[in-house]
């Protein structure tokens, strides 16, 4: 079975609008993180947001937000007011504690932002 | 810049050769990651090194792959009799024990 997966291969949205990004994952570990990371065109992993899996706050950064539902395995990326270098490429990834130091990362979401 | 580097950027090959690629991590980070990334896909885990030590390796990494990090600063990747299908981005990625993985900028490998 996949660990992370993101079921959208491409998304778009309007300068200024929010747009979520979904990602579910599977893992019998009770300690583990998730991780948001956006890779751009030029090709670099940019950092967006973590959120572990004992924390009770959903984690944000800024216009990023991380939606966790831990009964449901989602941690969904919401990236508020929509700016043209938004576009990019957004990876979600988990690491399990327990497990080994393992980072699994998804397919990736490719979202545009339209002017 | 005190950032993750990779050497080369680039690095195009024939069939059969031997590549070899360099990471410099973030200088306090002691923990190192080597990835591959294909098109349309997500980067895939090849081997973990915490200081100098390879802890971790995965299963799809065939023997002709090879990691080293002498000292536990910089890290080596090697492909040996290099195939067609090796042709994607190497990525490698540092971290301490407590923060989020900071990645370098590449290296994109063609087999011609």
């Known amino acids: 079975a996949q660990k992370i997966t993101q079921t959208q291969p491409g998304m778009f949205v309007q300068e200024k609008e929010a747009v979520t990004l979904d990602c579910t994952y599977d893992?019998?570990?009770?300690?583990?993180?998730l991780f948001w990371y956006k890779q751009p065109s030029s090709g670099e992993m940019i950092f967006l947001i973590y959120q572990g899996s004992y924390d009770e706050q959903n984690a944000t950064e800024g216009r990023y937000s991380l939606n966790f539902q831990k009964a449901r395995k989602s941690a969904n990326l919401v990236i508020s007011a929509s700016q043209l270098g938004d576009s990019a490429m957004y990876f979600c990834?988990?690491?399990?504690?327990?497990?080994?130091?393992?980072?699994?990362f998804g397919t990736g979401t490719s979202l545009t932002v339209i002017p | 810049d005190t950032g993750v580097s990779q050497d080369p950027r680039h690095k195009i090959t024939k069939r059969g050769q031997n590549v070899t690629f360099r990471c410099d991590p973030i200088s306090e980070h002691n923990r190192l990651y080597w990835y591959r990334q294909t098109l349309g896909q997500g980067p895939e885990f090849l081997t973990y090194?915490?200081?100098?030590?390879?802890?971790?390796k995965s299963r799809l990494l065939s023997d002709r792959f090879s990691a080293e990090r002498p000292k536990g600063s910089f890290s080596t990747l090697e492909i040996q009799r290099t195939e067609q299908g090796d042709s994607a981005m190497y990525l490698c990625a540092s971290k301490t024990a407590y923060n989020e993985q900071f990645f370098g900028p590449g290296t994109r490998l063609t087999v011609l």
């Open positions: 893992t019998s570990d009770q300690s583990y993180g």
């Open positions: 090194f915490q200081n100098e030590a390879q802890l971790e």
């Open positions: 990834a988990m690491r399990e504690v327990g497990t080994g130091n393992q980072f699994y």
